[in-house]
């Protein structure tokens, strides 16, 4: 599933991270999503998740669904779900009509055709339904969470995937200050920036 990733990747390793220009770094999209899968690697070994918080973390927005749940370090999905995660900039980019080599901006929505995208992978369906399940709404909703779809009682469908949600979010904000400023943002600098990044990044 990864090596299917990666391929996609490779076939517009052409295309920059964000077509705001010096954006990410100046990165191209695939070295991006690489530096992402990396942080979010490093990041899971200590990331811990105990239900949805508010900012600042001082309020549970969604509780744990099974209260003995503790996230995976070693989750095959992590990698997965960093590299995958800005796959949909591919289709969602918006092209200058008189210079078609140009990108103007990006459809809103891009982590929802992210997950369409991933949906039409062979290698998708080859992976158990529940890592599938994952994956798709990790993505697809990892710019606006809290559109997640929940129970019938509001609560977590699975608490593996918010958690692998959770710490995307995280990752990619981190990656996003270190290709900006070259330093990796404080725990507190996290907890006190707005968390949900917007459609254009």
Known sequence: FMRALLQVYERHKHLPATHIEGGHGGRSLLDHSLLVGYFIDKLSKDWSY???KSKGGTKVL????DPSYKFNPVDPLVSIIGVAHDIGKIETYIYDKRDPSRIVGIHHEHDLTGARMI????EAWAIPDEDR?????????YHHPMELPLSPDNRAIDDRTIALMELLIKADFVTSAVESRGVVPSDQEYDEADKEPTPND
Not at 119 to 122: C, E, F, G, I, N
Request: overall charge positive.
């Open 133 to 141: 399940r994952a994956i798709f709404l990790s993505i697809a909703h």
């Open 119 to 122: 949906a039409r992978l062979p």
């Open 50 to 52: 105990s239900g949805l």
């Open 62 to 65: 969604l509780r744990l669904r």
